[in-house]
């Protein structure tokens, strides 16, 4: 048996398979394979390579993958491009797989071709390895593999996984060998190169990238719109919504979704109002798309047009869990925390989507702004035992703020103390915010030393928080003293926040959605 497994040639295989009168089970198993697809006529070893091809594509389960892959070995195709390429992009990038029985495929090969190379890319940066996929390159770029493996798709895979690292100095590093390469005009790698510097908050050359273009494709316009998104430049982003019209361009989803993201975080009701009745009236195919209308639930939600929100929600043909966490979060945000809590036991009830991290947020935010303890201190519970979603810092943190708004700071100093996951600054000063407002000075002063413990630098807010504890109790000597040593540290009293009733220098763009979208 081994030896006709080692066997390369599928000609020889099947003479000896068919002189063999009492075959052993594995050649049941194999029949189909061999009988069907090695037969010596012409074409056979191409017949043979498509239908291992066509049973590799069916694997769903790296039980399945393996058993694929043994009879890839036993039939010889080993060391075929076609199938060792299929096999290493099922384990690295399916989602399904494994990235470590990739890595022990792909040290196997002798000479790995373009796509197995840029498969191993893709999958390091998938499963949080950048490192590797670094390094990967870097052996491609020294000419350690015998093929010229660095193409367009090598740098486009790359340069999302450097964008994601948030890396300047490595981004700007990479640019230059595309420079040297000549692949710096080439439109996947251009809008690759936008996408990373403004991931890492260099929108200047992002966005310089970007005006070397001579007729910018929606690809392009979309790539920089998300990367002053990304960057905070909300009202620049909608400017460039409304000049990509003029340029001629219409939006898809993915544009949509960007703008009105941007309409949601600097408050630009009119602006989102204006692009969602353009949809209605022109554009009912992009209207009806479930990530647009989530967008738009979004956008209304944190303008604070709730009901506009959930006029759209309970409009929707077709829902996905996104429809219903961003609904849910509106509620909640704007204190509707029943209201929150019965669309996310409709939810449960219709059993069309599986509630998931995300949601729990939301239900726990509805707790926290409705004061709803017992609910709150359930969906922790639930998570675990029903969804088998373990609870992270923000969940806890929710909890936290549930139960320091009511007045419960020392079972939220315990819940702290007791979480499995360490607490960060911001929850400490959740809590430090809720002994201000409980007049807890003992406890303040503990949550004080923590957070020099976790951020030894000097921060101004945690001085004034405990400062204000001691105000809120008439403690003005303590008081006092933490005002000069913030003083005495030169520490500056944080400058309080802006607020826009109005969006200026967007009228003229308002007219542009009016007419050309």
Known sequence: MATISECGDPKVKFRVYAAIKEKHPYFNLENKVYLNVMSPKDGAF???????LRLLKQCSSMKQLKEMHGRVVQSGFHKTPLLVGKIIEFCAVSGNGNM?????VFDRIDKPD???LNTMIRGFGMTGQPEKAIDLLRRMLQGEFDVAAVDTFTFSFILKIIGGLR???LGKQLHCNILKLGLQTHTYVRNSLMHMYGMAKDIETAHHLFEEIPNADLVAWNSIINCHVHCGNYKSALHLFAKMLRSGLQPDHATLVVTLSACGAIGALDFGRRIHYSLVQKHTNLCENISVSNSLIDMYAKCGAVEEAYHIFSSMKMKNVI???VMILGLASH??????????SKMLQQNVERPNDVTFLGVLSACSHGGLIDEGRQCIDIMDRYYNIQ????????MVDLLGRAGLVDDAYNLIKNMPVKCNAIVWRTLLAACRLHGNVQLGEKIRNHLLELEPDDHSSDYVLLANVYASTGQWNEMSKERRLMQQRRIQKPQPGNSFIGIPGLALEKETIETLL
Do not use: D
Request: aromatic fraction near 16%; hydrophobic fraction near 40%; glycine fraction near 8%.
């Open 335 to 344: 204190g509707n925390g029943e209201e929150a809590l019965a669309l996310f």
């Open 100 to 104: 470590n029985y990739a890595v022990r």
């Open 391 to 398: 609870p992270t810092i923000k969940h806890y943190g929710c």
């Open 167 to 169: 890396s300047v100095t």
């Open 114 to 116: 373009a796509f197995i």
């Open 46 to 52: 191409w017949k043979a390579q498509q239908s291992l």
């Open 323 to 325: 429809s219903w966490n």
